[in-house]
């Protein structure tokens, strides 16, 4: 495969765990709550949106698995590194802010 580089995985790694915010949105929404409401009720508390952001990044195992299947090294290295940028953003969120 002429894309396996790490860069290819590094974007799949950033834009699926927007898919999965918005898969998380659509199942803990409340009644009538827009997702700019949602986001900002649950940044309030810290520990929250951190539990949300982490139920999120869980839809890069999919791409990382499959690439690790089929021996695409590179692809699953870029999305493992955009899955700990996301993790250092957490961590963050958790202990800092």
């Known amino acids: 495969m002429k894309y396996n580089v790490p860069i290819v995985g590094f974007i799949i790694g950033l ?24 986001t900002k009720l649950h940044w309030a508390n810290g520990k929250n ?30 999305v493992f590194i955009a899955t700990m940028l996301y993790v250092v953003f957490i961590v963050l969120i958790m202990f800092v802010w």
């Open 15 to 38: 834009l699926l765990p927007i898919i999965g915010y918005a898969i998380v949105y659509f199942i803990f929404k409340n009644n009538g709550q827009d997702l700019i409401q949602f």
């Open 49 to 78: 949106f951190s539990k949300l952001l982490t139920l999120s990044i869980l839809i890069n195992l999919i791409p990382f698995v499959y690439c690790n299947s089929k021996r695409y090294d590179y692809i699953s290295r870029g």
